[in-house]
């Protein structure tokens, strides 16, 4: 992390080779405008006039020499109305990767150090300009692979979860308070009544878990689920994928064996983001390249969120099909799914008393009509735990949740401490841990390096 009081400068657009008309290199801290002026030159006669939200228009050059390096517009944000709270110059230069660079190597030449990964958010946060939450949803807003998602990070972007946080740090603070009192002056005051305490230190519990639970499924939202296409050959994997991700992105034909290897497509299923991987039809293969095939989607299953079974329900659940459920790690979901059930006979099926054994116990959908798709939707997100995401109105990310969870876990000591009758002081260790992780969650209680370490996680020019 860069020294505070540094002024420090990186780009603050996306780099990437030739996308973009413009780039933004951003310089902040107390020397900003300084370096500014060292390798900007105003075009026209008249001095430029450095107020504050004023857009110059001119070009940054090598100040020994003269040399122009490009043509921008440079923008002065005086301290503290930026986004990092410090004296903020922005260049908005040509979004080519050298002209940029370029204005990049002259700014740090010229008082500007460079900046460290999340500099720029940490310094908005240590000058009150965002708190702790918002600092993070500025990095998820950018991250967000679908509109709901984005919608989410807007949410704490807002201070919506600082605000629900704060919300239920403040209540156990009370608690805290009440208890101290009477620790202290026990004598001067009414007596406290344990039942009182306990039902709203579980009140806060019982929020604080909704919310954990909400954003395990928000967390789901943001990063996207990664979801494994299994079966035996022919069943149609690979036509479900393109079904499923609207084009033809992987090959079908008619013959067992036609996907050789993992293949993957990005889907935005119900505004989840979705990452499908098509497999190779599993079997006892002698081709050594259908083998190697069948070997990469077996190790495709340990690593994904959910594993969609599928078998041929018109030629009804095999001896292969069962083999290969027997074979399914036990600690992924999965759903198993009949496919092609356009090709059953519904007068024959129907008559039968719908006897299809394979049928009962599964969803069955076809990949070329369409049949059965809404089901196969609702259940694919039940399997995942995804059952009330319209509801969600915020988030918090892993780190916040992991603290909610520690806060939560010493509540439920308290508890402990409460039923064993053990007096007020024992209460009061439980309590002020609680108190403790939630104010990491929105930063109110956090040390330096924790904070070090949330921000270097960010990208440079963040
Ligand atoms: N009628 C009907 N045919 C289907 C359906 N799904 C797939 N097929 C056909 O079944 C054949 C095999 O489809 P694929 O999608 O290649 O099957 P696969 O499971 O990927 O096969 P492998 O890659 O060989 O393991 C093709 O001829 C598809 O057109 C369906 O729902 N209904
Ligand atoms: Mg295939």
Redesign the pocket.
Request: aromatic share 4%; charged share 25%.
């Given at each position: 992390m860069n020294r505070p009081g540094s002024t420090i400068a990186a780009v603050a657009t996306a780099v990437a080779a030739g996308v973009g008309s413009v780039a933004i290199v951003r310089i902040s801290g107390p020397q900003a405008q300084a370096v500014g002026q060292r390798v900007f030159r105003p075009t026209g006669k008249r001095q430029p006039v450095w107020e504050s939200h004023r857009v110059l228009y001119g070009h940054v050059v090598e100040p020994a020499s003269g040399q122009v390096l490009d043509e921008v517009l440079l923008l002065y944000m005086q301290a503290p109305r930026s986004f990092t709270g410090e004296d903020v110059v922005e260049l908005h230069c040509h979004g080519g990767v050298v002209c940029v660079q370029r204005v990049l190597e002259q700014v740090l030449t010229n008082g500007a150090e460079a900046a460290a990964p999340g500099a720029f958010s940490q310094r908005a946060f240590l000058h009150g300009r965002l708190d702790l939450t918002q600092a993070e949803a500025v990095a998820q807003v950018i991250s967000a692979r679908s509109r709901r998602a984005a919608g989410l990070a807007l949410a704490g972007l807002d201070g919506g979860i600082e605000r629900r946080i704060e919300g239920l740090r403040q209540q156990l603070l009370e608690q805290l308070a009440q208890l101290e009192a009477h620790l202290d002056f026990e004598d001067d005051l009414p007596p406290l009544r344990p039942e009182a305490v306990k039902k709203k230190i579980q009140e806060v519990a019982k929020n604080l878990s909704h919310l954990v639970k909400d954003s395990l499924q928000g967390q789901s939202l943001q990063q996207g689920l990664r979801v494994a296409i299994i079966?035996?050959?022919?069943?149609?994997?690979?036509?479900?994928l393109n079904y499923l991700g609207g084009r033809d992105r992987?090959?079908?034909?008619?013959?067992?064996?036609?996907?050789r290897d993992t293949l993957e497509t990005e889907v935005v299923l119900r505004d989840v983001p979705i990452t499908l991987v098509?497999t190779?039809?599993i079997r006892e293969a002698s081709n050594p390249v259908e083998k190697l095939g069948i070997a990469r989607s077996r190790q495709v299953l340990k690593q994904v969120d959910l594993i969609i079974l599928?078998f041929d329900v018109h030629l009804g659940w095999s001896e292969a099909d069962q083999a290969l459920a027997n074979e399914l790690p036990e600690d992924v979901p999965h759903l198993r799914v009949g496919?092609?059930?356009?090709?059953l006979d519904q007068s024959r099926y129907q008559a039968n008393g719908g006897s299809n054994d394979a049928l009962k116990s599964s969803l069955a959908?076809?990949?070329?009509?369409g049949q059965g798709m809404e089901a196969f939707t609702d259940a694919f997100f039940r399997c995942c735990g995804l059952t009330d995401l319209e509801r969600l109105d915020i988030s918090l990310n892993r780190r916040q949740t992991s603290m909610a969870q520690k806060a939560i876990e010493a509540l439920i000591r308290l508890e402990t401490t409460a039923q064993a009758g053990l007096p007020w002081d024992f209460w009061t260790i439980d309590l002020r841990d609680a108190i403790h992780y939630l104010g990491e969650i929105t930063g109110k209680e956090i040390s330096e390096n924790i904070l070090d370490e949330i921000f270097s996680k960010f990208c440079i020019g963040k």
């Amino acid at each position: 992390m860069n020294r505070p009081g540094s002024t420090i400068a990186a780009v603050a657009t996306a780099v990437a080779a030739g996308v973009g008309s413009v780039a933004i290199v951003r310089i902040s801290g107390p020397q900003a405008q300084a370096v500014g002026q060292r390798v900007f030159r105003p075009t026209g006669k008249r001095q430029p006039v450095w107020e504050s939200h004023r857009v110059l228009y001119g070009h940054v050059v090598e100040p020994a020499s003269g040399q122009v390096l490009d043509e921008v517009l440079l923008l002065y944000m005086q301290a503290p109305r930026s986004f990092t709270g410090e004296d903020v110059v922005e260049l908005h230069c040509h979004g080519g990767v050298v002209c940029v660079q370029r204005v990049l190597e002259q700014v740090l030449t010229n008082g500007a150090e460079a900046a460290a990964p999340g500099a720029f958010s940490q310094r908005a946060f240590l000058h009150g300009r965002l708190d702790l939450t918002q600092a993070e949803a500025v990095a998820q807003v950018i991250s967000a692979r679908s509109r709901r998602a984005a919608g989410l990070a807007l949410a704490g972007l807002d201070g919506g979860i600082e605000r629900r946080i704060e919300g239920l740090r403040q209540q156990l603070l009370e608690q805290l308070a009440q208890l101290e009192a009477h620790l202290d002056f026990e004598d001067d005051l009414p007596p406290l009544r344990p039942e009182a305490v306990k039902k709203k230190i579980q009140e806060v519990a019982k929020n604080l878990s909704h919310l954990v639970k909400d954003s395990l499924q928000g967390q789901s939202l943001q990063q996207g689920l990664r979801v494994a296409i299994i079966g035996c050959p022919n069943v149609g994997k690979s036509s479900l994928l393109n079904y499923l991700g609207g084009r033809d992105r992987a090959i079908v034909t008619d013959l067992p064996g036609t996907t050789r290897d993992t293949l993957e497509t990005e889907v935005v299923l119900r505004d989840v983001p979705i990452t499908l991987v098509d497999t190779a039809g599993i079997r006892e293969a002698s081709n050594p390249v259908e083998k190697l095939g069948i070997a990469r989607s077996r190790q495709v299953l340990k690593q994904v969120d959910l594993i969609i079974l599928l078998f041929d329900v018109h030629l009804g659940w095999s001896e292969a099909d069962q083999a290969l459920a027997n074979e399914l790690p036990e600690d992924v979901p999965h759903l198993r799914v009949g496919n092609k059930v356009d090709l059953l006979d519904q007068s024959r099926y129907q008559a039968n008393g719908g006897s299809n054994d394979a049928l009962k116990s599964s969803l069955a959908i076809s990949s070329i009509t369409g049949q059965g798709m809404e089901a196969f939707t609702d259940a694919f997100f039940r399997c995942c735990g995804l059952t009330d995401l319209e509801r969600l109105d915020i988030s918090l990310n892993r780190r916040q949740t992991s603290m909610a969870q520690k806060a939560i876990e010493a509540l439920i000591r308290l508890e402990t401490t409460a039923q064993a009758g053990l007096p007020w002081d024992f209460w009061t260790i439980d309590l002020r841990d609680a108190i403790h992780y939630l104010g990491e969650i929105t930063g109110k209680e956090i040390s330096e390096n924790i904070l070090d370490e949330i921000f270097s996680k960010f990208c440079i020019g963040k």
